[in-house]
């Protein structure tokens, strides 16, 4: 059979004495030379690890050598094949496919990623997503301080207003804890100083749980959240692979034949695995959704296709079968307006949810304090095709100090719904009734300090309902209203909208209705928009046009210019012209906010008919670690630090308009704990005398971790080399590598000896090695740069080789 081969000894040289190596392992296509490579490691497309791997050569092809430990650590089920029995941790696998049928493997030398494919019965019950805890990164000891400048001078009447409030949020990392800190600072003629809140929390990795010490609050998932000083412990959704979070039924179907299961959720595929012949369990779907209809294929080995459909729904609250979330609060009720009079009881939550078999989910909790007693029990259910409900019921006891001993009860109803066929989403339908003796906690609490104007909740009704009609718009409606016992005060709001796209344009209309005991009368708006784009005009820019008129005879209309500017189109501008109902120009608003590699800087003027003001703010983050400060753009709570020393002016890929500093370090505001984010610089604008080993790195942050992203970074010369032993040139395919304080730097000779290599500094040695007619060879090259040398761009320089 003919194959492709590349005979070496048709490389025209143009020297008639220069030698050739042995290149055999080039020869055919794709072929490379063994040795060892650091590879990130995936297991059916999911990642597993980067870790340095041995290879060998083998049929033309690099197969990795893998020892039986590292095949378990990769959630390979070696155990359940008796053809690992004999062997011990250590010992090497190279034909993965001898020991598991079906298995086998395959190297990308330029991705240098080795991707191992195993049969679905051959893995350990491990979910989709998941990254082993011992790949988690706490991160670096380091502290940051996020800042949000506003500030504004206003004239008015010949008085001048001038206005300035900063946030700030702070934090500090040693080790897994984490210090945080939220204080404003205000400026209202007197400065105001107002700590809100200090906490301290870390991981607690074998419970999958978050401890948290200091200012807090309760979730609100089944009692309403409450702030709180203390201690709290609870379950950390953000520690599960997607596939385990949230619910998602189990699909159960029976193959014939080493069969292809697909699932498919609104026209997309969202799952897809191989089975062996015989009953199978999908247990790790992403929750894509709340609700919907599940449309699973099964394509056996001959093509046949069995097909069915799965209905579900759940309420948010809904676990998986055998899936527990638990919470634990202790400590002292807290009321953020300082209040001097308010009851500050110390008080015990805990709540459980837990996921039974026939997508039943059981929850329950308990609130304890000197003077009020409550419990809550309740149960969700998804009836496939009928949608899902959750029922739950809480009785309270509140001991009042004007009014006594009250006891009541309260009951609500959740109702969750995808009407697949009409495109109809019940996003939510809740209602709940309360006896007049029921109180929650913050209610009794807003009782005890002596607020006798306080009402008890008598009931609370929400929904929200949205419509697609494919291609012709989409209508919402959401509504939410609650009334109170002894009173006639009731909150009632309801928005009803329409939008629409044609080709580029974006258009709606809108209905606002609310009522409450702030308003004199209830309150009715109309709405309309339409955003236009200017792709021709102006690019990256649009014009917008909004109408608001309300049932008070007011009426408002704005004409709004808005787009981007500069190279990275990181000058956003917005120019604004407001009308009145009557038709006269009323207000005029310009802006620019310039996002920046460390920080955004906004600045802004209206005017109208009462006051003239100039707005101006700044928004960033200063990091301290142990390479400096560091400035960044607004920081979320777990970021990364790009470490690439030397590489000045480089840009993030990872981050919008983010570059290095000069020193070569940078800020990736934001990064998803517990999952693996990849950051990348761009190589092309590294320095003429810079180079690194690789333009991505892979970190695996913890909940709040500052991660350092480190870049082996060459700093030196770019220098094509032509290497000589007595006047020939070296042997082309000659392995050349150059040691630099520590790092090394390799390459391979070309044509007439010349190599280039990159990261050179002034002088040194290069140690070059080659295989000619199976004896190995090597020499030294000595070499020195001078000062007119050292220039922008590659240097040329020759060297002897002894």
């Keep these: 059979m003919a194959d492709e081969y590349f005979n070496p000894a048709a490389l025209e040289l143009s020297s008639n004495e220069q030698k050739i190596t042995d290149l055999s392992y080039f020869s055919n296509r794709g072929g490379q030379k063994p040795g060892s490579y650091q590879v990130d490691i995936f297991v059916d497309d999911a990642l597993i690890n980067n870790q340095e791997v041995e290879f060998v050569e083998k049929n033309n092809e690099l197969i990795p050598v893998l020892t039986i430990k590292q095949l378990d650590d990769m959630g390979i089920n070696v155990k359940a094949f008796p053809t690992f029995s004999n062997l011990h941790d250590n010992d090497k696998v190279t034909q993965l496919a001898k020991f598991i049928p079906g298995a086998f493997t395959k190297f990308d030398f330029a991705m240098q990623r080795l991707n191992i494919s195993v049969p679905q019965v051959a893995l350990k019950e491990k979910h989709r997503g998941y990254i082993d805890p011992s790949h988690w990164d706490n991160g670096v000891n380091a502290a940051f301080v996020n800042y949000n400048y506003i500030g504004s001078s206003s004239k008015s009447n010949n008085n001048t207003e001038n206005t300035n409030f900063v946030n700030l949020r702070g934090g500090i990392n040693l080790g897994p804890w984490r210090l945080r800190n939220i204080a404003t600072y205000r400026y209202d003629k007197i400065w105001h100083w107002q700590s809100q809140s200090v906490y301290a929390q870390r991981d607690i990795i074998m419970m999958k749980s978050l401890l948290r010490i200091g200012d807090t609050y309760t979730s609100g998932e089944l009692f309403d959240s409450v702030q709180f000083q203390g201690i709290q412990i609870f379950s950390d959704d953000n520690m599960l692979p997607d596939s385990e979070r949230g619910f998602a039924p189990v699909i159960r179907g029976i193959a014939h034949s080493n069969a292809k299961i697909t699932v498919s959720q609104r026209g997309y595929v969202i799952y897809e695995t191989f089975v062996a012949p015989g009953a199978f369990e999908i247990k790790d779907l992403y929750p894509t959704s709340q609700s919907g209809d599940l449309y699973i294929t099964i394509k056996e080995s001959d093509g046949t296709l069995h097909k069915f459909i799965q209905p579900y729904s759940a309420v948010p609250y809904m676990l998986r079968k055998g899936r527990m979330k638990y919470s634990l609060s202790v400590g002292r009720y807290h009321y953020s307006h300082g209040d001097t009079y308010l009851r500050r009881p110390k008080f015990l939550q805990s709540t459980l949810f837990y996921g039974l078999p026939f997508d039943i989910t059981l929850y329950g909790g308990v609130q304890l304090a000197d003077d009020y007693r409550s419990m809550a029990i309740g149960a969700g259910r998804g009836f496939g095709e009928y949608g899902s409900l959750g029922v739950d019921a809480t009785v309270a006891q509140t001991d009042l100090p004007y009014d006594g001993y009250k006891s009541g009860q309260s009951v609500r109803a959740q109702y969750q719904k995808d009407f697949t066929s009409t495109q109809t989403t019940f996003t939510m339908a809740s209602y709940r009734y309360s006896s007049s003796g029921f109180y929650t906690f913050n209610e009794a609490n807003e009782m005890g300090r002596g607020n006798i104007n306080v009402n008890n909740t008598r009931s609370r009704s929400e929904v929200s309902v949205s419509q697609d009609f494919s291609g012709y718009g989409n209508f919402t409606i959401s509504a ?323």
């Design 480 to 802: 939410y209203t609650q009334n109170y016992w002894r009173s006639n005060q009731e909150n009632r709001t309801i928005h009803i909208g329409y939008n629409n796209k044609y080709k580029s344009t974006i258009w709606g209309v809108g209905y606002f209705y609310t009522t409450s005991s702030y308003c004199d009368r209830p309150e009715q708006a109309v709405s309309f928009y339409v955003d236009i784009p200017l792709h021709e005009l102006l690019p990256d820019s649009s014009i917008s046009y909004s109408l608001n008129n309300d049932n008070k005879g007011n009426m408002s209309q704005q004409l709004t210019l808005q787009g981007a500017m500069l190279e990275d189109r990181n000058l956003y501008y917005s120019v604004q012209q407001g009308y009145e109902s009557q038709g006269n120009i009323v207000n005029n608003n310009v802006s620019l906010d310039y996002h920046g590699s460390i920080g955004e800087a906004t600045l802004g003027y209206s005017n109208d008919k009462y006051n003239h003001r100039i707005n101006y703010g700044l928004a960033g983050g200063v990091v301290a670690h142990s390479h400096g400060i560091t400035l960044s753009q607004p920081l979320g709570d777990t970021f990364g630090i790009v470490s690439a020393p030397g590489a000045g002016n480089v840009k993030v890929q990872s981050a919008d308009h983010v570059h290095t500093n000069k020193l070569g370090y940078a800020v990736v505001p934001a990064l998803s704990p517990f999952h693996k984010n990849d950051i990348t610089i761009d190589t092309t604008t590294l320095g003429d005398n810079v180079d690194v080993d690789s333009g991505a790195v892979s970190v695996v942050p913890d909940n709040g971790a500052i991660v350092m992203a480190d870049f082996n970074t060459h700093i030196g010369n770019r220098v094509l080399f032509t290497l000589t032993n007595n006047n020939i040139p070296l042997p082309f395919g000659a392995i050349a590598v150059l040691n630099n304080g520590g790092t090394s730097t390799s390459g391979i000779v070309a044509d007439k000896g010349q190599l280039y290599l990159s990261g050179v500094p002034t002088q040194g040695i290069i140690e070059i090695k080659w295989n000619t007619k199976g004896q190995n060879c090597k020499c030294h090259a000595h070499f020195s740069i001078h000062q007119e040398d050292s220039t922008s761009g590659i240097i040329t320089i020759p060297a002897t080789c002894q």
